[in-house]
């Protein structure tokens, strides 16, 4: 190397400029902006595949799509959701905030960032290959598209065609990506925290993505694992899961769970941490119990590594097990109250006031509740044998997950975007995006637990005349849901073309925290010298 | 407290009344003792949870119009620091705990009800799932079989039924007696299906390779309770529903004793060496063809889809016939296996039809004994 480049490297560069700022990027903040990116482009995806699905179910009778079309379509939106919208969200505002809220001056592995991002795009190509190759690609059998929902249980997931391949790979490319984005977070928050940053001082928001980055490194590994097998099963005359050939089809649905249980935590943790920043702002009071809050998580981790087969109560497990795995189940509900307990406890005798994150938060607590308490009821098995596999379930997971995940998202974003941009939003259309949006998500979901109950399956194309009305309502609801989030880019794009009010540093007045010492919108680098933290 | 139980109770009380009932807002009417105790937990955990869900509604709304900035109160930095601050992490789990306790308590001696059949003499009726139409054999009553399959809305207007019983209306009901016991066997032929009828409380996943118990303790009353498959099985996942029938303990033995005579009538015209005219096999094989075939490939052979054109395809007409038998009998693909549930006669009769119907008119004769052999 020639001293003109340790000349170079040693002054701050601006940004480098065109495509190459983009491919080649290092930078934890351009990084993050990709994932945000990429995450809203596939949110839109996704919520365009949600509404084709209750377009479809507006009414009883096939209207708009052929049986295997909703089926792969019902597979996709859940894989795009979670894979291409949640996760990759999380991971760029982790990306964004981690090194600025523990002083740090990028992520600890800038090349594995920018790896762990250009996966993604792979990632999504594959996914649409896999859905377009029914009608593109002939590969001299028939294939019906993957129909078998996005837990693609063999042995259905067995005799599907090619499209079955393409989605294996879209995996493990995905899982690829996801564990490199953990080493990297876990990387960054042990080894690069600023002088006097200990573990305890650390916001919330990092210590949800600490337990978060280890949770996908022990559990994608067995996902990979299980479709590798599943891909064997396909092509190479194995028979883990064909009991013909001495397998067993249930071994798949439990590695399968071992991943996609804590894969629901892998969701909801992040945006809890969100949580854990936008309340004490808003509330203008410290966390309450942030230690508890803490060691819940870790409880969390531990307990939802443990009680995988609750969604399996119908396979046919011993007494024993299934006991077990009902108890286990409804511990879950001791970290989870704690957490909710403590963010009611940050609010209480606050002096709060109602912008958009707040406003987000606070639905958050009251709807994640009830999707948590639906969620203790699924747990008792007598009762669960009822409600497994009907719409009741679907309720249940979208009253989790929307608010436990997406809303959270949702606060960040709003709570955040002045920092990023340098702009405030729009807090009318903010508030007006906050009311339709949960308006139309509560009429989309909450009479779908009444279809459940009286005996809708889930996944089906067409029902009976008996379940019309609840069905109108929850599509009526689902379109003004959706066609809400016009509204959000619309927001967005306002800030970020530098249209409203400047920011300042600390944007709220309750902001407390590194991130907030720092200019809006912070300089290409940030914190080159490291602050010291009292 | 009280009063907000007492709400709570009445909240509890009117969504389980049969009047809401009628729009579908709980659990239909339980058809069986087991069915009316799971309804009972059903409600029980509803109950606690909207106790639960109230309560933190009431304290979060509280906070939010009385601890506001605009209402001038003051942020209260000290709040942690207190008593309730320092010990709210242990009176919290221990109270969710408790909750928690309850309700796994008053779960436990119904789901062990529900688990473990009694060893007891009952009726044993193994439960197929295959795609897509769902097997019934009575074990216990000299393995009567019930094959049974979705009504389509033609098939409805047919028999004279409302066309609302769409997709919840099959050709030959699983008939069972009033008030006796009887244990479900469940497996499955092909993928996974899921057996479920909402009345009877239970549902059970059929898995190819397994074999699942599942008993209900009796029905109470004569009728019809109506279900349907449970778990993703592919391209008609939604057109395979079940229909219980309850009848008399004396209609059951009248119905058995009927198809057993059916039944033998059919094993002896199988096993006979004759062999049958083409006109013959003809005919038999529509009446087979149109239930068992046409769901996918479509009455006139034109199939669609993922499912191919039999009318003119090059399988059902140049194709060697032990080719055409070869997947009939054994499947392929998406195609499932159909050696297990007809016989020598139907599947000789089914490929002999799909060889001159629709034009095809290859003038093939396919006989029972032909169909042996390739077995």
Redesign the interface.
């Known amino acids: 190397m020639s001293t003109a480049d340790v000349a170079h490297d040693d002054h701050h560069h601006g940004a480098p400029t065109g495509w190459r700022r983009w491919v080649f990027s290092t930078n934890h903040k351009d990084i993050g902006t990709m994932y945000l990116i990429f995450a809203f482009c596939m949110l839109i995806f996704g919520g365009l595949m949600a509404m084709a699905i209750r377009a479809e179910l507006i009414f009883?009778g096939m209207q708009l799509l052929?049986?295997?079309v909703y089926?792969n379509i019902v597979t996709n939106h859940a894989l795009v959701m979670i894979f291409g919208a949640v996760m990759p969200a999380a991971a760029g505002m982790a990306n964004w905030m981690i090194p600025l809220m523990i002083g740090a001056p990028d992520m600890a592995l800038p090349r594995l960032n920018n790896l762990s991002f250009w996966l993604l795009p792979i990632a999504a190509f594959t996914l649409v290959t896999s859905m377009l190759a029914?009608y593109l690609l002939d590969f001299g059998?028939?294939?019906?598209g993957v129909?078998?929902?996005w837990?693609i249980?063999p042995?259905?997931s067995a005799?599907v065609?090619a499209s079955m391949d393409f989605l294996i790979f879209t995996i493990h490319v995905l899982g690829i990506s996801s564990i490199l984005a953990a080493i990297n977070i876990i990387v960054t928050i042990l080894n690069l925290r600023a002088p006097g940053m200990t573990m305890m001082k650390m916001p919330l928001f990092v210590w949800t993505w600490l337990v978060t980055a280890f949770l996908l490194i022990l559990v994608m590994p067995v996902l990979a694992g299980g479709v590798t097998m599943l891909l064997f099963d396909r092509h190479f005359g194995t028979s883990f899961f064909d009991?013909?050939g001495g397998g067993?089809?249930?071994l798949f649905q439990h590695l399968f769970w071992f991943f996609g249980h804590p894969e629901v935590y892998v969701l909801l943790l992040p945006s809890i941490g969100v949580l854990g920043m936008v309340i004490p702002t808003f509330?203008?009071?410290?966390l309450?119990?942030k230690?508890?809050l803490v060691?819940s998580m870790a409880i969390l981790m531990v307990l939802g590594l443990i009680v995988w087969a609750h969604h399996q109560y119908?396979?046919?497990m011993s007494?024993g097990t299934?006991?077990y795995f009902?108890?286990g189940t409804?511990?879950i509900?001791?970290p989870v109250?704690?957490m909710?307990?403590?963010f009611?406890?940050t609010?209480?005798?606050?002096?709060?006031?109602?912008e958009t994150p707040m406003l987000f938060a606070?639905g958050i607590?009251?709807m994640f509740?009830?999707g948590g308490?639906?969620g203790?009821?699924l747990a008792?098995?007598?009762?669960d044998?009822?409600y497994?596999?009907?719409m009741f379930v679907v309720a249940h997971f979208h009253y989790a997950l929307i608010p436990g995940a997406l809303y959270g998202l949702y606060a960040g974003v709003f709570f955040w975007l002045p920092k990023w941009t340098g702009r405030m939003y729009d807090e009318k259309l903010g508030k007006l995006f906050f009311w339709t949006n949960v308006g139309g998500f509560n009429l989309t979901f909450f009479p779908q637990h009444?279809?459940g109950?009286?005996?809708m399956?889930r996944?089906?194309?067409?029902?009976?005349?008996?379940?019309t009305?609840?069905n109108v309502m929850s599509s009526i609801g689902s379109f003004i849901f959706g066609i809400s989030h016009i509204l959000m880019l619309y927001i967005i794009i306002k800030c970020v073309k530098g249209q409203g009010e400047k920011a300042t540093d600390q944007v709220w007045e309750g902001a407390k925290g590194l991130e907030w010492q720092l200019p809006s919108p912070p300089p290409f680098h940030t914190w080159a010298t490291a602050p010291t933290v009292k | 407290m009280k009063r907000l139980l007492s709400f709570a109770a009445l909240i509890g009380l009117v969504i389980s009344t049969p009047v809401l009932a009628e729009y579908g807002l709980n659990f239909p009417e339980p058809a069986t003792p087991v069915a009316t105790e799971i309804k009972d937990i059903h409600n029980l955990t509803m109950i606690i949870s909207t106790v639960l869900l109230v309560i933190v509604f009431t304290i979060v709304f509280y906070s939010l119009f009385t601890h506001r900035k605009s209402r001038g109160f003051e942020p209260d930095q000290e709040f942690h620091k207190g008593t309730f601050g320092k010990w709210s992490w242990v009176l919290v789990p221990v109270t969710v705990l408790g909750v928690d306790l309850t309700i796994a308590d008053s779960a436990q001696s119904v789901l062990e009800k529900v688990w473990i059949a009694p060893n007891e003499e009952m009726i044993e009726i193994k439960v197929v799932g295959h795609q897509w139409w769902w097997e019934f054999v009575y074990l216990t009553e000299g393995g009567v079989k019930v094959e049974s399959r979705i009504l389509s809305k033609k098939d409805l207007a047919d028999r004279g039924q409302p066309e609302n019983l769409y997709l919840r209306a099959v050709d030959n009901h699983l008939k069972l007696p009033v008030g006796k016991n009887v244990k479900f066997l469940h497996t499955s032929d092909d993928v996974l299906h899921a057996f479920w009828v909402p009345a009877l409380g239970m549902k059970k996943d059929a898995i190819p390779g397994y074999i699942q118990e599942t008993w209900i303790d009796g029905i109470y009353k004569e009728g019809i309770y109506r279900g349907q498959c449970a778990e993703m099985c592919g391209t008609k996942h939604a057109f395979m529903p079940i229909v219980v029938e309850a009848v008399s303990e004396q209609a059951f033995a009248t119905w058995i004793a009927e198809k057993k005579v059916a039944r033998d009538k059919a094993i002896a015209e199988a096993n006979s060496n004759k062999t049958w005219t083409k006109d013959e096999l003809m005919a038999k094989g529509k009446t087979s063809y149109d239930k068992k075939c046409a769901a996918c490939h479509k009455v006139d052979g034109s199939g669609g889809g993922p499912f191919p054109k039999l009318a003119g395809s090059p399988m059902a007409t140049t194709g060697s016939i032990a080719d055409h038998m070869n997947i009939v009998l054994k499947g392929k693909g998406v195609m499932p296996a159909w050696a297990s549930s007809m016989d020598d006669l139907e599947l000789a009769a089914v490929v002999t039809y799909e060889r001159n119907a629709w034009g095809n008119d290859t003038g093939d004769v396919i006989q029972p004994k032909d169909v042996k052999a390739s077995r």
């Open positions: 009883p052929s049986p295997d089926n029914p059998t028939v294939d019906t129909n078998t929902g837990t249980y042995p259905l005799k065609g009991a013909a067993d089809p249930v509330s203008r009071k410290p309450f119990g230690t508890s060691i119908t396979i046919g007494l299934v006991t009902m108890i409804i511990l509900s001791i109250g704690l909710v307990f403590n009611i406890a609010m209480w005798r606050g002096a709060m006031t109602f606070i607590i009251l509740t009830f308490l639906t203790v009821m008792v098995i007598p009762a044998m009822q497994h596999d009907s009444f279809l109950l009286a005996g399956p996944r089906i194309i067409d029902y009976n005349v008996a379940f009305e609840f």
